[in-house]
């Protein structure tokens, strides 16, 4: 079940059990002010390297964005469709995707990653065998996805760093 701008139902975890997905107090206090760094940063690209966003007017760009948003939740939503509800919620500009299943590592993984290969990573590849606008258009529909793929990044690192036979579980993993 998928539900839309609402809270999912509690979970009743045993937290003696789950050890919370962000070990370190102060990094996941933080956690956000690194999102926004790298959002920065990544936002800035453009300016380093002159000549390759799209010269398009603002309304198709932010077309193309609202697109490259929508791929990019769905994409999501695909690896964990079957596995649990899920909610889509928002916090400002921000939007949660939030789900109660318990995920293994390689499925939390392919989660996290998935639209930051399939639209910001492929994009950029074949970007090198085209030219002229739709080359400015994959580069630019890499850069937008990479500005809102900032949080899964460092979640998809994150995860890899944890032990093989982890599970996860809104924000909390635990060894099988």
Known sequence: MILWFRHLPQLSMDLSEWTPFIQNHWFRKHYMKFVYLLQIIIFLIPYFFEGWLPHFNLFA???IGIFVFIIHEALHIIVINKKGDISL???GIFFWLRTNA?????RFWVFMSLPFIALSVMPVIVS?????DMKSILLFVSWINTLISASDMINSFLIAIKPKNSVFCKGYYRLQ
């Not at 318990?102 to 390689?106: E, G, T, V």
């Not at 090198?128 to 002229?132: D, I, L, Q, T």
């Open 89 to 91: 919620t928002f916090s």
């Open 128 to 132: 090198f065998f085209v030219s002229g």
């Open 61 to 63: 760009l932010i077309l």
């Open 102 to 106: 318990i995920l293994s590592k390689p």
